[in-house]
Structures are given as C-alpha cells and as structure tokens.
C-alpha cells in the first residue's frame, strides 16, 4: 500500500494510512479543530503539541532513578522519554503503525510523574486519598485533556492538548478506571490505573469503540519501548556510576540474589528459573561488558552492549508479532504486541538488576525521607493558604472547585514542579529546605 491513497478525484488524499484501521473517527479531537495545514496530519499535528508543551520541558528536571543534579550524565525523565520514543517509533512503524501515534505516546508516558519520581509518586498517593489517590498514568491524561495549556473551548474550558482519539488512546498504558484492571497473582486488582474519577467523560470518549481493559497495538509498543529503554539504561547508568560489582556477577549465589530482588520488586509472569536462565544467557553473550573503567573505549563498548540489547529485544518481538498477525500493517486493535517468554524474562531481570544494585538501596536513604516530606509539607502549605500562593492557572481551578475537591487542585500544582522548584517552593513556604538534597 502506498503511504498516501488515491481519493475519488486521483489526488493523494491529505494524510498517510499506514494500517487500514485509522479511519475518520481515529482522527476525531475531543473539542473539534479546523484543519489548517492540508500537508499535515493528524497525528503529525499531535506529536508537534507534544513536542512543544510545557508539560515536556518540565521533565528535563524530574527524576528517572537518580536526580538530575546528581551528575552531568545522569538519565533524567526527559531523555529517558527521548529514548523510549526512538525505540517506539522504529518498532511501530515496523509493525505498520503510524510512527507519529507511538512517538507521540512515548513522548508522553511519563508526563504524569510528580518530582523526586516514583517516591514522589507513591507520597502524592498517600496525601490525596480524600480525593481518589493519585497514579502518574492517570495524571498524564489529566495533564493531555485538561492542565496542559493549548486549546480552550468556547465555553471556556480547558481542553488541554486535544489530541486525536488514537493518540489518546495510545497513551493508555492502564485503560481502566481504579479497582477495575486484571487480577494479579494475589487475586486482587493491579494498583495501576489510567484516570481520574474526574476525567471519566473524555476517557469514555477516547476509549468508544475499543475492547474493555484492552490497550491498542501502540500503547503495547509504548509499553515494551519502556520496558527496554528503562532495563537497558538504567544498567548502563548504574554501571557507568561504578553502582555494579561486574566481578562478582559470575557468581551463581550473587545472580540468585537479583532474581529474588526481580521477583519482589517485579513479580514478572515468568518463573525463577527463566530469569536465572535469561540474566545467565546475557552474562555469557558476547556483548556484556564485564569489565569497565573510564575510557572512551570502554564507553564505547558499553553503549554497544546497549545498542544490541535494544535491538535483540526489538527484534524479537517483531518476529513473534508477525509470526501470528501475518505480513501486513497492524496498528490499532488489528494485533497484540507477542513478547517471547524468554524475551520478557531477559528484560525483567535486567531491571531487577538495576533494582538491586540501585533502586533498592536507595529506598531507606535519608533522601528518599526528605523528599516525601517536602511534598508532604507542600501540599500542607499550600491547602492551608488557598490559591494565594498557586500559580494562576491553578488559582482559577481552586476558585471553580467545590470545596471538597480543592486537594485535586493542590495535588495537580505539586505534581507539576520539577525536582528542583518543589526543593524552591519548599524552602519558601515552609521556611527550610533539608540539608539531604
């Protein structure tokens, strides 16, 4: 199929169809927009909203696994998001996704997360459950639909972003309400969810038409991009920053000690003995660095390992998709994304790994501590004097709140901050900022 098809009058039609599945609908807005550059598409036009938001820039300041200003090198949400994005595209547009759908969705999977990261995410939890809680992936649609300054509809309200429905939908990592998503081991629901109690309106919009509880090809490329990215980097950060003691990976009672910390942290569909067997088959392979200094060389051959351990889990997925969904363009409900056993238990161990020697650690530190009272203060402060000290946008919000839903509104502010600025705010509306950062 060609990238453009021929409509009635000969002429190429004014965007590419990648797979058949992206039809009129697909391309339908929450709040409908004129087209204005007939050589751009939809989902061009979505990505370019994204490139530009705010909400993106801000993850230059927001924590991965260390925080931005623990050194130079040091991944940050922003690149990680960059990375997950390089690896999404090249995977959907292999596939037959349109490969602006998934940029876009990586783009924006991690936009949600509040400073100091999962521990910020986990403390924000904690302080809002009044209100519902608080998930970083149902912020990220809150933030795309609704925080995120573009378009106003003309009854005045926000509509954030207003992306395309596929965009949209492909940013669902968890397409379900809270207590609604499949049932772990322990027979109770996953934690994770997508949305608000708030946001229901425009996540039953988005998600007309779509399977229950089922993500669209493109949040499944999304998902794996992240996985890969975050396994395969967080190891190469942990072992650049000296964190893995590669000498004493060889050892059958040190490997068993990550798979432990694989299954507590991760509890991965797999068994014991496939992450055993997967962490073993990466150590023997010949692209494991199992040694490492200072030198460019040694750089050098530590991004190599990454750049094959992208490709090797790529590859495999593409081969098992295509093994059961044919020769064609997927995209959209048309497919699932197929991960190999052995491919899912080779990423999650990487990411025990770097739980183990990184993660893990880190979770008693006196800093960890810090930042979840610095939120813990903020939220505080900031309830206690009302929107005086809120930016504007989210003074208006206070102002059209109801009383009882003015701590989404202090929540949706301290979300926003960086790392950085919430240390800032803390040390001027709380009067000390905490000598552990």
Same mark, same amino acid.
């Given at each position: 199929?060609?990238?453009? /098809?021929?409509?009635?009058? +000969?002429?190429?039609?004014?965007?590419?169809?990648?797979?058949?599945?992206?039809?009129?609908?697909?391309?339908?807005?929450? #709040?409908?927009?004129? !087209?204005?550059?007939?050589?751009?598409?939809?989902?061009?036009?979505?990505?370019?909203?994204?490139?530009?938001?705010?909400a993106l820039r801000r993850? &230059?300041?927001?924590?991965?696994?260390?925080?931005?200003?623990?050194? $130079?090198?040091?991944?940050?949400?922003?690149?990680?998001?960059?990375?997950?994005?390089?690896?999404?595209?090249?995977?959907?547009?292999?596939?037959?996704? $349109?490969? /602006?759908?998934?940029?876009?969705?990586?783009?924006?999977?991690?936009?949600? #997360?509040?400073?100091?990261?999962?521990?910020?995410?986990?403390?924000? $939890?904690?302080?809002?459950?009044?209100?519902?809680?608080?998930?970083?992936?149902?912020?990220?649609?809150?933030?795309?639909?609704?925080?995120?300054?573009?378009?106003?509809?003309?009854?005045?309200?926000?509509? +954030?972003?207003?992306?395309?429905?596929?965009?949209?939908? !492909?940013?669902?990592?968890?397409? %379900?309400?809270?207590?609604?998503?499949?049932?772990?081991?322990?027979? @109770?629901?996953?934690?994770?969810?997508?949305?608000?109690?708030?946001?229901?309106?425009?996540?039953?919009?988005?998600?007309?038409?779509?399977p229950q509880g089922r993500?669209?090809?493109?949040?499944?490329?999304?998902?794996?991009?992240?996985?890969?990215?975050?396994?395969?980097?967080?190891?190469?950060?942990?072992?650049? +920053?000296?964190?893995?003691?590669?000498?004493?990976?060889?050892?059958?009672?040190?490997?068993?000690?990550?798979?432990?910390?694989?299954?507590? %942290?991760?509890?991965?569909?797999?068994?014991?003995?496939?992450?055993?067997?997967?962490?073993?088959?990466?150590?023997?392979?010949?692209? %494991?660095? +199992? =040694?490492?200094?200072?030198?460019?060389? $040694?750089?050098?051959?530590?991004?190599?390992? @990454?750049?094959?351990?992208?490709?090797?889990?790529?590859?495999?997925?593409?081969? !098992?998709?295509?093994?059961?969904?044919?020769?064609?363009?997927?995209?959209?409900?048309?497919?699932?994304?197929?991960?190999?056993?052995?491919?899912?238990?080779?990423?999650?161990?990487?990411?025990?790994?770097?739980?183990?020697?990184?993660?893990?650690?880190?979770?008693?530190?006196?800093?960890?501590?810090?930042?979840?009272?610095?939120?813990?203060?903020?939220?505080?402060?900031?309830?206690?004097?009302?929107?005086?000290?809120?930016?504007?946008?989210?003074?208006?919000?206070? #102002?059209?709140?109801?009383?009882?839903?003015?701590?989404?509104?202090?929540?949706?502010?301290?979300? =926003?901050?960086?790392?950085?600025?919430?240390?800032?705010?803390?040390?001027?509306?709380? &009067?000390?900022?905490?000598?552990?950062?």
């Open positions: 199929m060609s990238s453009y /098809d021929a409509g009635a009058s +000969g002429q190429r039609s004014l965007w590419p169809r990648p797979a058949a599945a992206y039809g009129e609908r697909d391309v339908e807005r929450w #709040h409908h927009e004129p !087209a204005k550059n007939p050589h751009r598409t939809p989902f061009e036009r979505d990505r370019a909203r994204l490139v530009h938001s705010s993850l &230059g300041a927001k924590t991965q696994v260390l925080g931005p200003s623990s050194d $130079d090198f040091v991944r940050t949400r922003l690149t990680h998001s960059l990375e997950v994005a390089q690896v999404g595209r090249e995977l959907g547009k292999a596939l037959g996704c $349109d490969p /602006d759908v998934v940029d876009t969705a990586c783009l924006a999977h991690d936009l949600g #997360h509040p400073p100091f990261g999962h521990n910020g995410e986990r403390a924000l $939890d904690e302080v809002s459950g009044d209100v519902g809680g608080f998930e970083g992936n149902a912020q990220t649609l809150r933030l795309l639909t609704r925080l995120e300054p573009k378009v106003v509809t003309p009854e005045g309200r926000s509509a +954030g972003l207003n992306l395309t429905r596929t965009s949209l939908d !492909a940013t669902c990592k968890y397409p %379900w309400r809270a207590g609604d998503g499949p049932l772990g081991s322990d027979g @109770t629901p996953t934690r994770k969810y997508g949305v608000f109690a708030e946001d229901a309106e425009v996540f039953s919009w988005l998600r007309e038409g779509a993500r669209c090809l493109e949040a499944q490329v999304m998902d794996l991009a992240d996985d890969v990215a975050y396994s395969v980097h967080d190891v190469e950060d942990a072992i650049v +920053g000296g964190r893995v003691p590669l000498h004493l990976l060889v050892s059958d009672l040190e490997q068993s000690r990550i798979v432990a910390q694989t299954r507590d %942290w991760y509890d991965p569909p797999v068994s014991d003995d496939e992450l055993g067997a997967a962490l073993a088959r990466i150590l023997a392979s010949p692209m %494991w660095v +199992g =040694s490492y200094e200072t030198s460019r060389a $040694d750089l050098a051959r530590l991004k190599n390992m @990454t750049s094959q351990l992208i490709g090797r889990f790529c590859r495999a997925a593409e081969r !098992a998709t295509r093994e059961r969904f044919g020769d064609g363009p997927l995209a959209r409900y048309e497919a699932d994304l197929e991960v190999p056993p052995g491919t899912l238990a080779e990423i999650v161990v990487l990411k025990g790994l770097a739980a183990f020697y990184v993660m893990a650690p880190r979770e008693h530190e006196p800093v960890y501590l810090a930042q979840r009272t610095t939120l813990f203060d903020l939220v505080d402060a900031l309830m206690a004097s009302g929107p005086a000290e809120l930016e504007p946008p989210f003074a208006a919000d206070w #102002h059209a709140a109801e009383e009882s839903s003015r701590l989404r509104v202090v929540v949706d502010q301290v979300a =926003s901050l960086t790392d950085t600025s919430a240390q800032q705010w803390h040390a001027r509306l709380c &009067g000390m900022l905490s000598e552990a950062f």
